[in-house]
């Protein structure tokens, strides 16, 4: 038996209660089985984190897919997790012991590690407790953090197998440095903001007292650590002075002139400054050119040594100091305002310095290659398909990656050192001693630092299956391991976004191929970016970044889940109306209405089904005689399902959510569930009355299956309602639709459709004219011979929906007197309007609304005429202007049809 439903939707109380039903009954839990397997890597996120809204769309991206495959009969397995965010996390509690006057150090490595676990243990599963939320489907007792055991052997014996081979080495580089962290910062933890500051051109005289080189630099601070200044081979002005040496301006130091064609001859004055150990490219010039690599700027971004009376200061500090010293002894030529990017620690919030020091590198180009390969030849595939070229650009100019951080917080670089120097990669000190040949007792000192955090989440295809490295022996986490990833490796599908497809999507294709010579999955979904409408990324310090939770709370989280992915094309921006003072999402209206709109055409059903009665075995004995709008929205139905699953199997999720919001809300809804009313008075008996209602019931079951995989809870709750399911039982594991193609009719649904714009012709020319809803006018239509049976037989539909007094349906009709008229699609409308419209009254009126139309819409042409407007105004304005043309103009023509109508 179903059970009443009520009046209105409740989310907050459906949420809560199906997902605890869900998670008791253990439809989302999975192992390896007869069926095929469906698996999903959840992409970690990071365990300082809160959720937000590329949270929301990505992880309900994932989840649509999760129970669709559910839904298929597969066995669905989605591997969620935590990542430790390395830098995140530490500077997370270093803040909080900040707050008792201590720091990392007062407190020492182990002490600070251990209040580091205690922070995770307290905060870090807040943002799955956000996710259960949203209604994600996920494995959580498969949920792996990336610093648990078994993914920590893994990370180790990773690193211990790359440097046996040697393909990781210890070398200088220039890297990304967070003087506040005093650590390495990988490419992902800096923010680049545009940031005006000045060009100096600085006086370099020649050594021989010949002449002056100018030399324009952002950075006169790191002139101590000059060691060339290079010209384009090909430039004419220099190479007379090829070879000769420059005074360092300040410094005093004498440095080469080189040619590189890294100089640019139409920037500044084509002379740049080589400075190897503060500037990536002038690094690369100092290996070409075999130069030596000084610094000046110590790991705390003050001056060192080198700078001698500017030594200890910051480097802003300095740089002041030194341009002013350069005034004093005419060394400056000239000083210019000039833009450009700087990066910034994501963390911390200071400029990051580019800094020469001893890291650890993979060397990547033997492993780039495969992962390339797999790409190229298809066994991967990327949506949007042009992410593949950047991909592909990326990995044929790939450059070595720095691994190691300067931290506490991570997984410790297993690599142990002897006191004559050597050093080798082991599982522990004894291991290592036999390694470098030394006896029990000898002395060895473990690496201090650890590794960047992207270490461990290249191996996220594996170790979310268990594995615990190459080196992983004969055991039953051994085979546990190798049957999960026989089975589910490779997975569907990663949802991720494209600004890591490098820092993650990349290595993770490298590791697996490298480790298990298996792609890690076969299909990669790259997200939109979320903005406002002002085209701004989501930001707290921007005031445009709402807390889901609460947007959530206001509307559902169905409803926010549909509207996010039917707001996302692929391969477009995300554009979100914010509310900035109320961090109120409006939009969020169109998933909430239409959550409302199901729900109210389920419980007008539900309704209408309890006022019949019959005799169970009377149903069987009436044959069910569909009528032509039963037939269309039965081919409505299945040409849905047809087009809805194309679409999740193509990845075109805004499609599927729109092809189900047309269907759902024009077809049935505003459509079937209109003509179920006619037809339900019409019919004679009870039993037809339940024949009708089980074709209806039919569609909508089908349809709430259909939906389910975007709107979870409120299909859960209306498939119980409406078909008394037992509470052990849940839509999420019944079976997709699936099309029967037989029952889609072309020229049915072709027919219906020009029936539906009539309709809404009528509708529109009501609305126009100013009818009241309840005034009933008649109404003739004009068809062609062949349509008349069929705009016959459906009169009562077309009466009911456009408010029709009396109907006439006829091929050849003349216009009736006092009526208008509109022709759409080949069918001509009259409504007749004499004694409710002074036509005469109606044309005045019409006439001074389009005159005052046209002097608005000229006022707006001249606005937008002007360059100067257009060119200097706020874009949003601009825009703003332009949408008034184009409302203006569309009523405008509408007003005139009125008019040639009247």
Known sequence: ?????????????????????????????????????????????????????????????????IRWARLSGRETCWFPGLDHAGIATQTKV???????????????????????????????????????????????????????????????????????????????????????????????????????????????????????????????????????????????????????????????????????????????????????????????????HGLPMPACINADATLNDLAGAFSGLDRFVARRKIVAALEEQELL???????????????????????????????MSPLAKPALDAVKDGRIKFYPEHWSRTYEHWMSNI?????????????????????????????????????LGLDNGAVLTQDPDVLDTWFSSWLWPMTTMQWRGPAMHDSSDASESEQLMRYYLPTNVLVTGPDIIFFWVARMIMATLKF??????????????????????????????????????????????????????????????????????????LGRNFANKVWNACRFLQMKQAEITYAEDSLAAVAFEPSTADRWIASRYNTTVKLASEALHDYRITEYSKILY????????????????????????????????????????????????????????????LF???????????????????????????????????VEGIRRQRAEMGIPPGERLDVHINVSPEMVPFFTEQKPTITSLGRCAELVVASGLDKPAGSVADVIRGVEIFLVVAGKVDFNKERARLTKEVERLRNAVAGVEKKLGNASFVNNANPEVVEAERQKQRDWTDTITKIERNLTSL
């Open 724 to 758: 008394g399911k037992g509470a052990d039982e849940s839509i999420s594991v019944t079976s997709a639709p699936v099309v029967d193609s037989a029952l889609i009719d072309v020229d049915v649904e072709s027919r219906f459709e020009i029936l539906q714009n009539v």
């Open 516 to 589: 298990r010579g298996e792609i890690p999955f076969k299909t990669v979904y790259f997200t939109s970016i979320i903005r406002d409408v002002k085209g701004r990324k989501l930001s707290k310090s921007l005031g445009n970044s709402p807390d889901p939770l609460d947007v959530i709370a206001k509307y559902g989280a169905d409803a926010v889940r549909f509207t996010m992915i039917y707001l996302a094309p692929m391969g477009s921006d995300v554009r979100l109306d914010i509310d900035e003072k109320t961090q109120d999402i409006p939009s969020m209206e």
């Open 662 to 721: 047309d269907f759902i809300w024009r077809d049935f809804c505003d459509w079937y569930v209109e003509i179920v009313k006619v037809q339900f008075t019409q019919s004679t008996s009870d039993a037809q009355r339940s024949q009708l209602m089980k074709h209806a019931f039919d569609i909508i079951e089908g349809t709430l299956t259909l939906l389910h995989p975007v709107m979870p809870f409120l299909t859960e709750e209306l498939w119980h309602g």
């Open 94 to 288: 270093e803040q909080e012991i900040k707050k008792e006057g201590l720091s990392r150090h007062d407190l020492g490595r182990e002490q600070f590690v251990e209040r580091v676990w205690d922070w995770k243990g307290k905060y870090g599963d807040i943002i799955v407790g956000q996710l259960r939320s949203l209604g994600v489907s996920c494995d959580w007792d498969r949920t792996l953090f990336t610093m648990d055991e078994s993914a920590a052997e893994a990370v180790r014996d990773v690193f211990i197998a790359l440097f046996d081979e040697g393909l990781i080495y210890r070398g200088k580089r220039i890297i990304n440095w967070s003087p506040i962290a005093q650590s390495a910062l990988s490419d992902e933890e800096v923010n680049f903001k545009e940031v005006k500051e000045h060009l100096y051109t600085l006086r370099y005289h020649l050594e021989d007292g010949s002449g002056t080189l100018l030399v324009a630099t952002v950075r006169p601070e790191t002139i101590f650590a000059d060691v060339a200044v290079a010209v384009n081979p090909k430039d004419p002005r220099y190479t007379h002075l090829v070879g000769k040496n420059v005074i360092v301006p300040l410094f005093g130091a004498a440095i080469p002139i080189i040619t590189d064609d890294y100089a640019d001859p139409e920037f500044g004055t084509g002379c740049v400054k080589i400075t190897p150990a503060h500037d990536p490219n002038d690094f690369e010039i100092g290996l070409r």
């Open 333 to 363: 030529e000239k000083k210019e305002d000039y833009v450009h990017n700087v990066g910034f620690s994501e963390r911390g919030g200071e400029a990051v310095e580019p800094y020469l020091s001893d890291q650890w590198f993979v060397r």
């Open 1 to 65: 038996m179903s059970s009443p439903l009520e009046k209105f939707y409740s989310s907050a109380a459906s949420e809560q209660h199906w997902y605890d039903v869900w998670q008791k009954t253990g439809i989302t839990t999975s192992s390896p089985s007869e069926r095929s397997p469906y698996s999903v890597l959840m992409p970690p996120p990071n365990v300082t984190g809160i959720l937000h809204f590329g949270h929301v769309l990505n992880h309900t991206l994932q989840d649509i897919y």
């Open 399 to 435: 450059r070595d990656w720095c691994i190691s951080r300067q931290l506490w917080w991570g997984h410790r670089i297993p690599v142990y050192y002897a006191a004559d120097g050597r050093n080798t990669a082991a599982k522990n000190i004894e291991e290592a001693r036999a390694k």
